[in-house]
């Protein structure tokens, strides 16, 4: 049995089940998200004294990443642009570079998170490193699980493009939603944790 | 959105100058944001000035990058929905502050 509306709309949402799908799933990570917003705010202003970021943490390494994962959003929607102009190649090269992107995101955080250790700040260390590490590391694996998505669309995922190109590029756009919307996330962590 | 028709395949080369756009305004953005934190203004207005400029990036990331600026009516409600009930996630810190529950004496 096939699956329904993977590629036609449906009359009562006008949407195909996907999208409505992953902008439920996004929904749901806003408020995960915004859970821990809301717990930083309520320890920051109950603490006595709150260390500016940039006295503890690297803002250049954290600009750099800024840049790249925004880099990484620009080259996901023009993979996606591809698909729609039936470029097959094209799109490879976007996505490929896109995954690329999200790996020097992730080693610059490890070296970002190395530096830590090795000055003995952990997240035990105080109320900022606690908050500085769970907000960082929940994105963190946001990104990496957005490259296997990515990196399965771009290998096996991609046979898909041969029997049906539309439910295809179907995919690619909602994995971009969600890699859209992991920059987003990080958008407004790099301003509230480095820079404040 | 990513129905193939023929008008889509027309507009995309539209699209992606927009894209081009939006990218290099969140590149300036972002050079604005840490150039704004190096002159040490009151915290007050340095959050003020972070979380406007967050916000001008991340409405340039939702509306272009994940075409909310032209989408189903179903998202949009979705979407309301879910600012409604963050908002409400949000404001639980400033009630407990206005409760003075936790304020050190």
Not at chain 1, 168 to 187: C, K, M, P, S, Y
Not at chain 2, 48 to 74: P, Q, R
């Amino acid at each position: 049995m096939d699956i329904p509306y993977t590629v036609e709309v449906r009359r009562d949402t006008g949407l195909t089940n996907g999208k409505i799908g992953i902008w439920l799933f996004l929904a749901s990570e806003v408020m995960l998200f915004g859970a821990l917003f809301a717990s930083y705010i309520l320890i920051r202003t109950g603490a006595p004294t709150w260390p500016r970021g940039d006295t503890i943490l690297n803002v250049p390494l954290a600009t750099f990443n800024t840049l790249v994962l925004i880099s990484s959003s620009v080259t996901m929607v023009m993979a996606w642009a591809s698909l729609v102009r039936q470029r097959l190649g094209t799109f490879r090269i976007y996505m490929g570079a896109t995954i690329l992107l999200g790996c020097v995101f992730l080693v610059v955080k490890y070296f970002e998170y190395s530096h830590k250790f090795e000055n003995g700040l952990y997240p035990s260390t105080n109320n900022f490193l606690a908050i500085y590490f769970t907000l960082t590391g929940l994105h963190m694996l946001h990104v990496f699980g957005g490259m296997v998505v990515n990196a399965y669309l771009l290998g096996p995922g991609s046979k898909l493009w041969k029997t049906n190109p539309e439910w295809f590029t179907n995919r690619v756009e909602h994995a971009g939603l969600f890699w859209h919307f992991v920059d987003l996330v990080w958008i407004f962590l790099f301003p509230t944790l480095y820079l404040l | 959105m990513a129905s193939m028709t023929s008008d889509h395949a027309a507009d995309i080369d539209r699209q992606v100058k927009v894209y081009i756009t939006v990218f290099v305004a969140l590149m300036a953005l972002t050079i604005i944001t840490v150039a704004v934190s190096r002159l040490h203004l009151p915290l007050p207005i340095a959050v003020t000035v972070a979380l406007v400029v967050a916000t001008v990036k991340g409405s340039l990331v939702a509306s272009y990058f994940m075409h909310l600026i032209s989408e189903k009516k179903l998202i949009y409600a979705v979407l309301a929905l879910t600012a409604v009930f963050f908002l409400v996630l949000l404001s639980l810190p400033a009630i407990t502050h206005s409760n003075g529950y936790w304020i050190h004496k």
